[in-house]
Each structure stands twice: as C-alpha cells, then as structure tokens.
C-alpha cells in the first residue's frame, strides 16, 4: 500500500517531476539549487474574533505566502483557504506557479498563499475580517509589480475585493494587486470560468485529434467548485456527456448524461448534489472507478494514488487539480497506457486570465467581452501542441515535456540576470 501523507504529497511530488527533468536537463547542482529555493516564505498569525455556539472567543489562525522565483516577473500564484494548509504544501504549489507561468510564457515568476481555516465555518463578516487582516499583514511583500494573489480553494471574487479594498487603503486604488475580482471592480469576464474552461478546451482538442465524438465520450469530473462545475459546463455546451459529477459531500452519476445547468441550480438550492434528479448516488471513491472515457479531477490533491489507481477505466485523465495524483500512481497509470494532461498544462487557464486581466488593470483599458477566452483558448491550442511536439521528440509523457520547457525557460531567465 502506497503510505500517503497528504501534506507531504505535494511536496514528494514537485521533488519528484523536478529530479527526473533536472536529470535529463543535465543541471548542476548549484543550478539545481537555484530552482528549487523559495525567494521568500513569510508566515503570520492572524487572531480572530469568532462566535461559535453562542459564545465568544479567539481564534489565531496561520498564513503564509511562499514567493518562490521571480526570474521571469513578479511573483504571482493563489490565495487558498482551507483547514489542511500548510507550508509544505504551500511551498510545493508556488514552485508549481513558477512552471506553470514559464510554460505559458507570461511575465510572470511563481508563488502560492494560504490561511488554516474553514472558511465555511466563519460568518461573513468573519472572514471579511480574517481576509483584510491578512491582507494587512501581507501588504509588506505584496505589490502590482511584486506579487499579485488570485483565487484559490475556499477563495473567491468576493474574497479577492476584501484584499483590494484593504490594500488600496494605505496605497491608492490598486485593482491590479489581486485578479480574479468581481467584474465590477476591475475584475475581467472570463476569469472565473477560466481555469475550467481552458481544461475543457484541452479536452475538446484531444477528442479532435483521438476522432472521439463528444456526444459519445462519457466525462466525470470530481469536484464541483470553480475549476469542476466550469469544466463541466463547459464541456456539456461542446456537446460532451458529462456522466458523474461530485463535491466534497459525495457524487451523483447518470448514465445517460447530466444536465450541467440543473446541478448547479440543485447545488445552489440544496447546498448539495444529492438527490439530483435523474441521478442515482455514488461516492467519491466509485466516481473515480466509473466506466467512461476522461477523468476530470477537480477537487484536491492527492486524490489519485496506488490504492485506487488499478481500478481506473478512463483513457484521459485531465489534471483540473493541483497535483491529484501521486507520482507512484502516476507512473502505474502510464504504464498501462492511460494519457494524463498534467496540472501543469491543463489547469493553467487561470493564470492566463489572470495576466490577461493585470495588464488590462495596469493600463486601465478593459477589453471587449470575449477576448480574455478567446485569447485563452489561442495560447492554450499553442502551448499543448508545443507539449505534444516535445514529448513525441523525446519519446517522454506531458509531464516530462511540460517540465522540460518551463524549467528550461526559467533557468535561462535565472543566467541572464545573473541571481
Ligand atoms: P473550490 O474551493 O472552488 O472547489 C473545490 C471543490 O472540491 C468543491 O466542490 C469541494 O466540495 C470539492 N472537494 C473538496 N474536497 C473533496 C474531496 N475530498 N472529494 C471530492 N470533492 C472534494 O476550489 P477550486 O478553485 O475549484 O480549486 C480546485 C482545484 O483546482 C485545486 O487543486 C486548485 O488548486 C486548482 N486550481 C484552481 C484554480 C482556480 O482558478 N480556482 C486555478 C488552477 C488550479
């Protein structure tokens, strides 16, 4: 049995990917050590006054803001709010950031954020509060031109306003110090169905090029927040059968294919996806072990390992999530001729509205509605045939190729400024 430590997962795995790419890049070891060190990792206390079953009291809660590399532009990387954060994790995922803005070539460098709370167990004006004080405390290493949060897990436009609200009040109006707000204040249409929307434009590119009918590939997507529910929707309006769905609370499936719109209205209502109608109910566990064409996990990491790897049908894995599956798994899933898209590539659609929507920000020019997807989808199309093109020249998986340009680039970056 495959021993998993969630927390640590993350970390095994970046250590993982970036030995194997570091090793056929053929890095020394000061170079090595160049990539992996975080630039800066800051970490806060953040006490709060909370109300708990009628009572009062003071809870502190831990940030931290891991900015990994800056080689190639300012920090930039989400904001996650969940009770499991934790540095490890926290450092791994900025390290992330920082292929991922190499490998869709923005100016950007890479870094991550989190807080150890259960957001849905603070009011409102709770986390209102938690967030401006963490904005606070954050203010000193943030900036326009030094390190721009976005949503993450357990984070939303609403959240991102309360962080540009506390920040523009000591430094000016600043909407470009966070992406990812409300449309309303500086924030950019598209963004928030972005990282959904560019995993199902990977996913309609493959069908193309697999030959597979859309209406005939049967898709189940785990997690159904920001990234799951518009991956999902996104899918359903390309013409593909979305067969399961599920969230933290359990899943629901129908063989026959889901209507996306009615889950999301049933989920808003109900605050769960049970009882769906026309669904049956399934667990998390058996919506990983349907029969269908493409997995979509979109939940959190680690969901995929070598205790459940074997009973996988699906021919696609899209890696919505951040790091979903474990490198054993990984490899054993290869193996047996299943095609992962990596995080890497296939969730990067978020950072790329993002940028899209800073630059419209630090020139206070907002585009017209539909380019930030249009342009999205372009850029995605570009960088997955470059992926594609890689690793068919180096007989090597997505993973490996998409490793291999991001860490070449960013080297490259790190020599020219001579760090
Ligand atoms: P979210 O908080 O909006 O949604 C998370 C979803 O996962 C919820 O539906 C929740 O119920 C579900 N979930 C939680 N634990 C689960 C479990 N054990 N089993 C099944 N479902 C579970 O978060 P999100 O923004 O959609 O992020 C999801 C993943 O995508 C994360 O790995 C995140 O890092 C990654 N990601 C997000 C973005 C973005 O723009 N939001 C960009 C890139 C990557």
Redesign the pocket.
């Known amino acids: 049995m495959e021993q998993i430590n969630v927390q640590c997962h993350c970390q095994d795995n970046q250590k993982h990917y970036l030995n194997r790419a570091f090793d056929r890049l053929r890095l020394s070891e000061s170079q090595r050590e160049l990539l992996l060190a975080s630039f800066r990792e800051t970490t806060i206390s953040i006490p709060l006054r909370i109300h708990e079953n009628g009572a009062e009291s003071v809870r502190t809660f831990s940030g931290y803001r891991v900015q990994h590399n800056h080689a190639r532009g300012p920090f930039k990387g989400?904001l996650?709010f969940h009770p499991n954060v934790n540095l490890g994790e926290i450092r791994a995922?900025a390290q992330l950031m920082t292929w991922k803005t190499a490998l869709v070539d923005i100016p950007f460098g890479g870094a991550k954020g989190g807080i150890n709370v259960d957001p849905k167990a603070l009011s409102v004006t709770e986390l209102e509060e938690l967030t401006k004080r963490c904005c606070q405390k954050m203010s000193p290493i943030i900036g326009v031109h030094e390190d721009i949060p976005?949503?993450?897990?357990?984070t939303n436009p609403q959240v991102m306003a309360w962080m540009m609200e506390e920040y523009s009040k000591t430094n000016g109006f600043r909407p470009a110090i966070v992406t990812?707000k409300p449309v309303e204040l500086g924030g950019v249409k598209g963004r928030l169905e972005?990282?959904g929307h560019g995993v199902a434009h990977l996913i309609r590119i493959t069908a193309d090029e697999q030959s597979l009918d859309p209406a005939h590939c049967r898709v189940a997507v785990?997690?159904?927040?920001?990234?799951?529910s518009h991956c999902a929707k996104s899918l359903a309006a390309m013409g593909f059968k979305i067969i399961a769905l599920?969230?933290?609370?359990g899943g629901v499936v129908a063989q026959g294919g889901i209507d996306v719109s009615k889950a999301v209205d049933h989920r808003k209502e109900t605050g769960s996806l049970s009882g769906l109608s026309g669904t049956k109910a399934i667990s998390?566990a058996e919506l990983l072990e349907l029969a269908c064409d493409i997995l979509v996990p979109?939940?959190?990491?680690a969901?995929i390992t070598c205790d459940n790897d074997i009973a996988i049908k699906a021919d696609f894995i899209f890696e919505?999530?951040?790091m979903?599956i474990t490198h054993m798994a990984d490899e054993r899933l290869r193996k047996r001729g299943i095609v992962i898209v990596p995080?890497l590539i296939a969730?990067v659609g978020?950072?790329l509205a993002s940028y899209y929507e800073w630059v419209q920000n630090l020139q206070q020019y907002p585009w017209d509605g539909g380019l930030v997807l249009s342009n999205l989808e372009k850029r995605l199309s570009f960088v997955y045939q470059q992926v594609q093109k890689l690793a068919k020249e180096r007989q090597v998986d997505l993973r490996a190729a998409a490793y291999e340009i991001a860490i070449g680039r960013v080297s490259y970056a790190i020599n020219l400024r001579g760090f």
């Not at 976005?150 to 357990?154: E, H």
């Not at 599920?246 to 609370?249: E, V, Y």
């Open positions: 989400g996650r995922l976005a949503p993450d897990v357990g990812g972005a990282t785990q997690g159904f927040g920001n990234v799951g599920s969230d933290s609370r998390n979109a939940a959190m990491e969901t919505a999530a951040n979903p995080d969730n978020g950072v």
